[in-house]
């Protein structure tokens, strides 16, 4: 594959850049740049700082890619990104690099879709399958799950995690944690309105399992059940063999009501980076 760069684009040389990139004109492609076979920036994108781009990913126009995290206590020092395969940025997305809190990397998954103007803050964790609408916000250190959507102009919260499969209508303010497999509507303080029935099936999810944790969803939200006794019902009626879908969601509720104002992931606010933390970003970039 041949790699094709703009002469109206500006490269710098120590840029690493892959077998059949297409840089398209007017982009601005920094030093610290790692762009990875089959990936095309159409026009206008600029990649800075310390990025790690995987293969086959898209560009669209004005995504700046790694600029400097907005966040008033960072010291400048050298955070990155580092983004896997198949993922689509549509036009003015941007993703900050991450800030020293926690491991000081934004990650991003595969074969995720970013509409225009979409913004992935600093520290953010986007798994892989997942989908961000138009004008969607998210704030630092959020973490998407696989295969969740969140729709068109929503904000979520810093430090927010949505679960897998996990869907939020348009408009959301969302501060706070949303469970797997639930659906979210609201656009004041976003409620759990049913389950993601349509996802749960597209993702394969079978038929008895989706009716298990529509069970849990109206004992847990509908009836207000604690949630040691939800865990001793599905114990007794399963007779001890729980789907993963369900015993996800049920530790998912746990982990979020451990936590402080809804959100599970409160507990890492202050906390510096660990060292296990730092050697799996380092795996992670190997592999990129």
């Not at 297409?22 to 076979?37: D, H, L, Q, T």
């Not at 993702?203 to 939200?221: C, P, Q």
């Not at 007794?236 to 369900?246: A, H, R, S």
Request: charged share 20%; with cysteine.
């Amino acid at each position: 594959m041949e790699t094709k760069i703009s002469p109206m684009s500006q490269v710098d040389p120590k840029a690493k850049i892959g077998e059949g990139v297409v840089i398209g004109p007017f982009c601005v492609v920094g030093p610290e740049a790692s762009i990875g076979s089959g990936t095309i920036l159409h026009s206008h994108v600029v990649v800075i700082g310390s990025t790690s781009i995987g293969c086959n990913n898209q560009f669209w126009p004005n995504c700046v890619i790694g600029g400097d995290p907005q966040d008033v206590s960072w010291q400048e020092s050298d955070t990155e990104i580092i983004i896997g395969e198949n993922n689509i940025f549509r036009e003015g997305v941007t993703v900050n690099r991450g800030a020293e809190k926690e491991d000081g990397v934004t990650r991003i998954g595969n074969n995720n879709m970013f509409m225009a103007n979409s913004h992935v803050a600093h520290n953010c964790r986007i798994y892989n399958n997942v989908i961000l609408v138009n004008g969607v916000l998210l704030g630092g250190h959020v973490h998407v799950h696989d295969g969740a959507i969140v729709s068109g102009n929503s904000v979520v919260h810093h430090f927010s995690t949505l679960g897998r499969l996990s869907f939020v209508s348009g408009g959301c303010r969302v501060p706070h944690d949303i469970p797997p497999f639930m659906l979210a509507a609201g656009s004041d303080d976003p409620t759990l309105k049913t389950i993601n029935i349509v996802g749960m099936r597209r993702a394969g999810i079978s038929n008895s399992t989706i009716d298990t944790v529509k069970e849990a969803f109206r004992l847990l939200y509908r009836r207000n059940r604690p949630l040691d006794e939800v865990r001793q019902h599905f114990d007794e009626t399963l007779q001890g063999i729980i789907p993963m879908e369900l015993s996800m969601l049920l530790n998912f509720i746990e982990n979020q009501r451990a936590g402080k104002l809804g959100r599970a992931r409160e507990a890492v606010r202050n906390k510096p980076a660990a060292a296990e933390s730092h050697n799996h970003s380092s795996q992670e970039r190997k592999a990129a």
